[in-house]
């Protein structure tokens, strides 16, 4: 598919310029090859001029810096084992072979400092003894970090990250629906949410990218974030990647910047057959935008924006706790976007915080459908916690079980009911951490905001783009319009025309 790429699942052969390294033949074997910190791993310092040199093929330009780990192109949260042999580990497919086994003493090694000899090895969390896959499989790390309230033998509500999404045992999960309005909600879900297909194509992409860019950057690692893995996706949703060059926080408006441009130059050089019409955006949050023209989906690469992947996954558990969650919010998204008011660039709202007000929504009602999970589960969501670690901790947290007995289709006009007549927006933060309506602060977040949207993890308005009251004034009477229609008619085809909404996807 792109240049130095293998099959997918399989791991490349090492480019020529790298020297080979021992280093692994030193390690336990169990040591995860995701995102480790400075204490796990002595890393390089970056060169810009080096990474420059290796984008122009000027190999011999570049200082004699051997990586002492090479990260390997699998998926989100992969953990599989290093091998001691020196030779590449035979796939199947996308798993490795049965026969491989993880010691059950294997433990992590931890370096502090670069002149530190011996090691200093610390214990950690072993990992369980599992068939490897490209997503973790269904087993559960038991670690004290992941400790969950209540009773262990529940099972948890959400599915592990497999080779497909969303399997079909999801499908008994979803609501009943037995008025028009509700069935409506549900056939437009069915209809339009994304199907293991479109995750996969993303992926093959993700893995691709991964491993032409750490031929410039060997220590990144590229995820997949967003809509793509936090349930709410669509047959089109974009996708969304960040790009994590280094544990520490990266200044957006320098290093991201410089970062981006060199990747901005790769993708319109040496991988120009396969993506198209690669742009750099210099906002808050830079990004390159682009196309890939083997899955035809459009991408956003950010650098070092971890809160995405920490919110992908709180999002993601919500998405999974409930039944009825995830088609109220695609209905959301689609009524959004039909109406022009789910576009950040233009002024209105973006999809995650369209996203949070739905589950707002559900958390402040008389009888709540959600709790607060960062409230409940505190050690699931430890803002602090490793990355790699990310993924797994939400997977033990039991389905949520709510009195309130509401229809898709109520649940979906008390939603506007409530921001066309109950909501305080002049006064109020909407707020999923606290699971309520909290009054605004004099900070520079929300003084002088029309909407504020708590983004859960680092405090700030994700509905900052909403800076005009012109726009203000249209999202408001969008929502005040749409709940006197679907009050009155309790037909979506009011507020959303569903043939072309399904066309569309």
């Avoid at 780990?69 to 599989?80: C, D, N």
């Amino acid at each position: 598919m792109f240049p130095n790429s293998s099959n997918l699942g399989r791991p490349p052969f090492p480019p020529k310029y790298q020297q080979p390294s021992t280093f692994f033949t030193k390690l336990p074997l169990n040591i995860p090859p995701t995102l480790l910190s400075h204490q796990q791993i002595i890393v390089p310092p970056f060169h810009f001029r080096s990474a420059v040199a290796v984008l122009n093929g000027n190999v011999e330009a570049t200082p004699a810096v051997t990586p002492l780990v090479t990260l390997q192109p699998m998926a989100y949260g992969s953990i599989s084992p290093v091998s001691r042999s020196d030779a590449l580990t035979p796939f199947q497919g996308r798993k490795r072979q049965s026969q491989q086994r993880v010691p059950d003493d294997a433990k992590r090694q931890r370096i502090h400092s670069h002149n530190s000899d011996p090691p200093v090895v610390n214990q950690a969390v072993p990992l369980p003894e599992e068939r490897r896959c490209s997503f973790p499989a269904s087993v559960s790390v038991q670690s004290p970090v992941l400790h969950v309230h209540g009773s262990p033998a529940l099972g948890g509500c959400v599915p592990p990250l497999q080779d497909t999404l969303f399997p079909d045992s999801t499908e008994t999960r979803l609501p009943v629906a037995n008025d028009k309005l509700s069935q409506q909600v549900l056939e437009l879900f069915q209809a339009c949410r994304q199907q293991a297909s479109d995750l996969d194509r993303k992926e093959l992409c993700r893995t691709e990218l991964q491993r032409e860019i750490q031929l410039i950057f060997p220590q990144s690692r590229l995820f997949l974030v967003g809509s793509s893995l936090n349930g709410f996706g669509t047959r089109t949703s974009d996708g969304d990647l960040c790009l994590v060059i280094k544990e520490e926080p990266v200044n957006q408006k320098t290093e991201a910047r410089r970062v981006l441009s060199l990747v901005q130059k790769l993708f319109s050089t040496k991988l120009s057959s396969y993506i198209e019409r690669p742009q750099l955006i210099r906002a808050k949050v830079p990004i390159v935008r682009f196309r890939d023209k083997v899955s035809n989906v459009d991408f956003d690469l950010n650098v070092n924006n971890v809160i995405g992947i920490r919110n992908t996954f709180l999002l993601r558990t919500y998405a999974f706790i409930e039944n009825r969650v995830r088609p109220l919010v695609l209905v959301v998204k689609k009524w959004a976007s039909f109406h022009e008011i789910n576009d950040a660039s233009r002024g209105t709202l973006n999809s995650y915080s369209l996203v949070l007000m739905v589950l707002h929504y559900l958390q402040t009602l008389p009888e709540p459908i959600l709790p607060s999970l960062q409230k409940n589960y505190p050690e699931c969501f430890d803002p602090t916690m490793q990355l790699h670690l990310v993924h797994q901790a939400p997977r033990t947290i039991p389905p949520y079980v709510s009195k309130n007995g509401s229809s898709l289709g109520d649940l979906l006009i008390g939603f506007f009911r409530y921001y066309a007549t109950e909501f305080d927006w002049s006064h109020q933060i909407i707020s999923v951490r606290e699971a309520k309506a909290i009054a605004r602060h004099d900070g520079i977040e929300w003084r002088n905001k029309f909407i504020c949207v708590e983004e859960p993890f680092d405090g700030t308005n994700t509905a900052r783009a909403v800076h005009e009251k012109q726009k203000f004034d249209m999202i408001r009477g969008e929502f005040a319009q749409a709940w006197r229609l679907l009050r009155d008619k309790k037909d979506l085809n009011c507020i959303l025309p569903l043939k072309a909404a399904k066309q569309k996807r």
